[in-house]
């Protein structure tokens, strides 16, 4: 747990509303799961601890907290990011209906927010290229396909 949380704070320190929101969903969805994960163990400990106690009570509230956050299940834009990059690795182009829930739910509608990713994304790419960090270059070159695409598609709509 103590590693995850360093990650989020990492994470967090770093952040800035100049980075890419897709790189930001991916790399913020990765946490949020080792987190729950690490939750749900402490609560498994709490519980096995807690079995010996008298109360009763204590036992009951650690196991409503553990169906809490397994309820935590929202839905996750980033499986609609992921289903469009993996499809790009295999010359796949995207559904519509993927690019309007990636385009809506990360609020990519205008071409001010277009651009602003589009220039957050290129400067990921160029620091994945001065670092040699070749699996984060390939996945930011599918995220810039993806910009790409949704451009494309936010040219059609306009042109109806």
Same mark, same amino acid.
């Given at each position: 747990m103590?590693?995850?949380v360093?990650?989020?704070?990492?994470?967090?320190?770093?952040?800035?509303?100049?980075?890419?929101?897709?790189?930001? /969903?991916?790399?913020? %969805?990765?946490?949020?799961?080792?987190?729950?994960?690490?939750?749900?163990?402490?609560?498994?400990?709490?519980c096995?601890?807690?079995?010996?106690?008298?109360?009763?009570?204590?036992?009951?509230? $650690?196991?409503?907290?553990?169906?809490?956050?397994?309820?935590?299940?929202?839905?996750?834009?980033?499986?609609?990011?992921?289903?469009?990059?993996?499809?790009?690795?295999?010359?796949?182009?995207?559904?519509?209906?993927?690019?309007?829930? $990636?385009?809506?739910?990360l609020?990519l509608?205008s071409?001010?927010?277009?651009l602003?990713?589009? $220039?957050? /994304?290129e400067?990921?790419?160029?620091?994945?290229?001065?670092?040699?960090?070749?699996?984060?270059?390939?996945?930011?070159?599918?995220?810039? %396909?993806?910009?790409?695409?949704?451009? %494309?598609?936010?040219?059609?709509?306009?042109?109806?």
């Amino acid at each position: 747990m103590d590693m995850t949380v360093n990650e989020a704070r990492e994470f967090m320190e770093n952040w800035s509303l100049k980075m890419s929101k897709i790189s930001s /969903v991916l790399l913020s %969805d990765a946490l949020l799961i080792k987190i729950q994960s690490s939750s749900l163990e402490i609560c498994r400990i709490l519980c096995a601890f807690l079995e010996s106690s008298p109360s009763s009570s204590s036992i009951s509230g $650690v196991q409503h907290c553990m169906q809490q956050i397994r309820c935590l299940e929202q839905e996750r834009i980033t499986e609609h990011i992921t289903e469009v990059l993996g499809g790009q690795q295999d010359d796949i182009i995207p559904s519509t209906n993927l690019l309007i829930e $990636v385009t809506e739910s990360l609020g990519l509608t205008s071409n001010q927010e277009l651009l602003k990713e589009s $220039v957050a /994304v290129e400067k990921e790419r160029m620091n994945a290229q001065v670092n040699q960090n070749k699996g984060q270059l390939a996945q930011t070159n599918r995220i810039v %396909d993806l910009i790409s695409h949704i451009r %494309d598609y936010m040219q059609k709509i306009e042109r109806i």
